[in-house]
């Protein structure tokens, strides 16, 4: 199958589906993009790095994919780790050995070399500059992709192209840490320099085999008509610009980016698809309207497992948020959203959705969002059983459970176009 309103274009030129996460991640994008995957020529990730953790279950096969798009367990597409990405050397290699361990291709995975490496005097930056906030912390992953980006901004970044010349790559390595020795060893545990370049070339050698020049081989998959599929990781919420700023990750994540992150025009997008959890999660600070404490959130998190693929903390659990989604399907200019995890909420009696919140009885906006508790309207929907796990159309869900997704399209205002109800790839109906 492919991505629905995609699915009557005319295949005239390559256009590239986007899949993004429109919560605050985990949404289940990974297990999405594997649905997919073999429909198309190539899945290309824009964004972010390790500090994502997507997973998909197919039999007794489950695997956790930090950096390698989600389209690998499928023998069809090519995988593509785009420019915008920020990438560590060590996650990588690590990656690569997993996947080739399944007896996996990975000879169809390529990075860009307009990608960023991230070094291990990130970490160690973000591990001080967390530490030094507090109580104020963000709760980032601690994989050091916001120093990662701020060296990008900052025109001292390493990329993967520069792993074609070792000697100056070597010299650019020796220049940041004397160029910036001082911020990067403040109350900062670097490693050594020598370390650094050691590693960086060793690991590099592995890699280098898999860095194309990253626009000419996009460019020449769209000419050719491919199909291509954009992965997006995070989620709207955790967009730098669009999100619950400063509680974000240091990337755009929304729609718009996937083309600065691989280096297309915007006339190449197709459909975009957004994904939701038909509840909410969040992992780390920030503001969550409608995050739920007790009885009801320790139910979530058990049943859907919430924890953390990356650092393995316990997900904060709430409602599904409704003006959250509306938002993001205006910041992504969604097509369609597939929505996961229904199963989780079978077996309560009622199901809460978040359709309003204010501060002192005026409505506020996303932007004006503060880490702060906040009146929220909920509204009501009777619960429903267990799902039948043979279900392959909406229209095969119970009443209530059927009554609850037209709600949130209602909500979204763009159709739902798939729905989950088991992390194993076969478990999703379809519109
Ligand atoms: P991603 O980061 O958006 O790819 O999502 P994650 O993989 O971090 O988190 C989603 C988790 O939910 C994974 O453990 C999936 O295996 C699991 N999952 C995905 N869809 C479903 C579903 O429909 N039902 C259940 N119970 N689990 C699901
Ligand atoms: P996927 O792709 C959930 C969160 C962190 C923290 C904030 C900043 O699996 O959905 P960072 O390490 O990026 O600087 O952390 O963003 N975060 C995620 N939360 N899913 C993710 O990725 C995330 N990537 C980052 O918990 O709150
Ligand atoms: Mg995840």
């Known amino acids: 199958m492919v991505l629905k309103a995609n699915a009557d274009r005319s295949p005239t030129c390559g256009l590239a589906d986007v899949i993004v996460g429109i919560q605050w991640g985990d949404e289940g994008k990974g297990r999405v993009v594997d649905y997919h995957a073999d429909s198309y020529d190539l899945i290309a990730r824009f964004g972010g790095g390790d500090n994502a953790g997507h997973t998909i279950v197919c039999g007794k096969r489950k695997v956790a994919l930090r950096i390698v798009p989600s389209g690998v367990l499928q023998n069809r597409p090519l995988l593509f780790i785009g420019g915008g990405t920020v990438v560590s050397l060590a996650t ?47 709760g980032t992953t601690g994989r050091g992709i916001g120093p990662a980006y701020v060296d990008k901004a900052g025109r001292v970044g390493i990329t993967f ?34 370390a650094v370049i050691e590693e960086t070339l060793t690991l590099g050698r592995r890699v280098l085999p898999h860095v194309v020049d990253g626009v000419r081989f996009i460019q020449e998959m769209l000419q050719r008509d491919c199909r291509v599929l954009i992965e997006g990781a995070q989620g ?51 503001p969550f309207p409608s995050e739920l404490h007790g009885a009801t959130a320790e139910w979530l998190r058990e049943r859907g497992a919430e924890f953390g693929t990356v650092t393995g903390r316990p997900r904060r659990c709430g409602w599904f948020d409704a003006v959250a989604a509306r ?8 097509t369609s959203v597939i929505l996961t995890k229904l199963d989780v909420l079978s077996g309560l009696e009622r199901v809460g959705v978040v ?25 009501w929907h009777e619960g429903w059983g267990e799902l039948p796990r043979d279900a392959r159309r909406l229209r095969d869900l119970p009443g209530n459970a059927g009554r609850y997704v037209e709600a949130l399209q209602r909500a979204l205002q ?15 109906a379809l519109s």
């Open 236 to 286: 709207t919420m955790l967009d730098v610009g669009y999100g619950t700023y400063p509680f974000v990750t240091s990337s755009h994540t929304i729609a718009g980016a996937a083309c600065t992150g691989l280096g297309i025009g915007p006339r190449s997008i197709g459909s975009v698809v957004g994904v939701a959890k038909a509840y909410c999660t969040r992992v780390g600070a920030g």
């Open 355 to 379: 359709v309003s919140y204010a501060r002192d009885g005026a409505p506020i906006s996303m932007q004006s969002l503060a880490d702060e508790p906040l009146q929220t309207e909920v509204e």
């Open 414 to 428: 763009v159709p739902i176009q798939a729905v989950s109800f088991g992390a194993e790839r076969s478990e999703m």
């Open 327 to 334: 938002y993001a399907t205006q910041v992504n200019g969604l």
């Open 92 to 138: 990588l290699v690590s990656e690569f050995e997993m996947l080739a361990n399944l007896g996996i291709d990975i000879e169809r995975i390529r990075v860009s070399d307009r990608a960023h490496i991230v070094l291990p005097y990130h970490a160690a930056q973000e591990r001080a500059t967390e530490k030094r906030r507090g109580a104020h912390a963000i």
């Open 161 to 194: 192209g520069d792993l074609h010349r070792p000697t100056a790559l070597a010299e650019k390595i020796a220049q940041r840490y004397r160029l910036h020795g001082d911020d990067a060893g403040a109350g900062v545990e670097s490693p050594p320099v020598e």
